[in-house]
């Protein structure tokens, strides 16, 4: 008597493809039921919102301590700050916008009297999340080579020069230059960022207009569904001196 052929057991990688290929068809039978605006609207619902300073909810320094007279220095990266993406998928020809985010940053910033001279920022690619966990397993596993570059970093090329000292409680607008090295590609970028002060901590908040082919990523396209070739990575920095 003959033995039963054994059963192929399929690898991680036909596994992750397989539920992707599953999560997209049941957003196109969503879609088709239910209709493209009422997935976005109800089923995705409303994308947060954009990353911006807010000096009124910045944390605030005891009391005790005096606002910091020389910020010249080296400030950190410190808790609650997040960076990710943002951008839209074409749904049946409705723009559903997905926004992917992290809370494992770091970072250094280097000031110099009224000069931001050095920055660097570092994010944990594979740690972004959106609403989606198949979309998410394809972001790292298809989109990006996330084991290969596993982060990706920012790195200011051109000192950021100021005419005075930030007020406490005030925002200001200032234009930034730099790398940002994405899926093991280097490319110059810049953006209007936005930063406050409370006197002793720092917000800083921007986004970063990208073209995914820059960067080596090919945005999916199944027909009923695709993604923009442009995009955007954004960032809140909460920065504290160290």
Request: hydrophobic letters at 45%; charged letters at 20%; proline letters at 6%.
């Amino acid at each position: 008597m003959s033995k039963p052929a054994p059963r192929r057991r399929l690898s991680r990688a036909t596994i992750v493809v397989l539920a992707i290929v599953a999560a997209l068809v049941l957003v196109g039978g969503a879609a088709a039921a239910f209709g493209p605006a009422f997935y976005r609207d109800v089923i995705v619902g409303e994308a947060p919102a954009a990353p911006a300073v807010d000096p009124a909810t910045a944390p605030s320094a005891p009391a005790a301590d005096e606002p910091l007279a020389d910020l010249s220095g080296t400030w950190t990266v410190a808790s609650g700050s997040y960076a990710g993406y943002r951008v839209d998928e074409v749904l049946n020809g409705t723009d559903v916008t997905v926004v992917g985010r992290t809370e494992d940053v770091t970072g250094e910033v280097r000031v110099d009297g009224l000069s931001v001279a050095r920055a660097e920022v570092t994010v944990d690619v594979g740690s972004i999340a959106t609403d989606a966990a198949a979309r998410d397993a394809y972001f790292r596993d298809q989109a990006l080579s996330v084991r290969e570059h596993p982060t990706a970093t920012f790195r200011l090329t051109e000192p950021i020069e100021t005419d005075a000292a930030p007020e406490a409680g005030e925002s200001a607008t200032v234009d930034v230059r730099g790398e940002l090295t994405l899926n093991g590609v280097t490319r110059a970028v810049s953006a209007s960022v936005d930063a406050a002060f409370d006197g002793r901590t720092a917000q800083v908040a921007g986004s970063v207009p990208i073209t995914f082919a820059d960067f080596g990523v090919e945005a999916p396209d199944l027909g009923f569904v695709s993604v923009e070739p442009d995009g955007f990575v954004e960032f809140l920095l909460l920065l504290e001196k160290r």
